[in-house]
């Protein structure tokens, strides 16, 4: 990277470093239309569609988190984000995923990472640790990158640090079909594994109806009774992930089952 991209690179991370210092672990939206973007990986072409489509009409777009590696744009996709955070803050949100968790469990592969000055790899590290983690809407959705804390009240998303346990589950977590809580861990092992009992009880405790995620390109993209979607929005997975997928909502209608959103292919 030459001197100047990173002197503007630099300035670009240390903006909207205070916008997110701004806002708190969850997010909370009250009334509009949002529109839900699963992982776009490096993606840029995906996120240059959505955000071109949506973002000027007065929508709010939730992307939940995994915005590099994988894909062959992964510093282009992230900085248009982050641009865009900066002239929209009020409209977009961008969750942590777990490849932006890297000050906290750093993982290889790692291509975005792996390519980065240490300069710059410190700077992206501290600057994403402090993506929030959740959204929440006034018709029934929580939506967050992985699996549901063990928590009783929304409130306690405002309480997880970065690292601990309990972020560890948002960020990695994966879901299974089968009956239990915390079944262990995944086929990839650092990833902590949930069932149908986790579901249940914490969208109890929570008062939601329906789950929107990403993270896990291999799941079955509609669960536990048409509440919990898995979504993404990347060509990285070609292999597990046909078509890119976003989700929309109107707040001023109540959603009790996924067949209450509209699902678009980008």
Not at 163 to 178: R, V
Not at 186 to 209: A, C, H, I, Q, V
Not at 235 to 259: F, G, M, N, P
């Amino acid at each position: 990277m030459n001197s100047v991209l990173k002197d503007e690179t630099i300035d670009l991370l240390n903006k909207v470093e205070k916008v997110f210092e701004e806002e708190s672990n969850l997010i909370r939206i009250e009334s509009g239309r949002v529109i839900f973007v699963g992982d776009t990986h490096g993606d840029l072409e995906a996120t240059k569609i959505i955000t071109e489509r949506y973002l000027n009409s007065g929508n709010k777009l939730v992307f939940l988190g995994d915005y590099v590696d994988r894909g062959p744009f992964s510093a282009e996709n992230l900085n248009t984000l982050l641009s865009l955070k900066l002239e929209y803050p009020e409209n977009l949100f961008l969750l942590m995923g777990k490849h932006e968790g890297q000050q906290a469990i750093p993982f290889h592969p790692a291509d975005f990472w792996e390519r980065l000055s240490p300069e710059l790899y410190n700077r992206y590290a501290s600057v994403l640790s402090k993506l929030p983690l959740a959204v929440s809407t006034a018709n029934g959705i929580i939506a967050l990158h992985g699996a549901l804390p063990d928590i009783k009240n929304l409130e306690d998303i405002n309480s997880i640090e970065l690292g601990d346990e309990l972020w560890h589950h948002i960020t990695w977590g994966d879901w299974s079909n089968a009956e239990g809580d915390h079944l262990g861990s995944s086929f990839f092992s650092s990833r902590p594994l949930f069932g149908r009992n986790r579901f249940e009880n914490t969208m109890s405790n929570l008062g939601k109806n329906v789950l929107i995620r990403s993270h896990q390109p291999n799941a079955m993209q509609i669960m536990y009774d048409r509440k919990c979607l898995t979504i993404f929005t990347s060509s990285a997975y070609r292999s597990a992930v046909l078509q890119r997928t976003i989700a929309i909502t109107d707040l001023s209608v109540e959603v009790k089952t996924i067949d209450d959103l509209t699902l678009e292919t980008v």
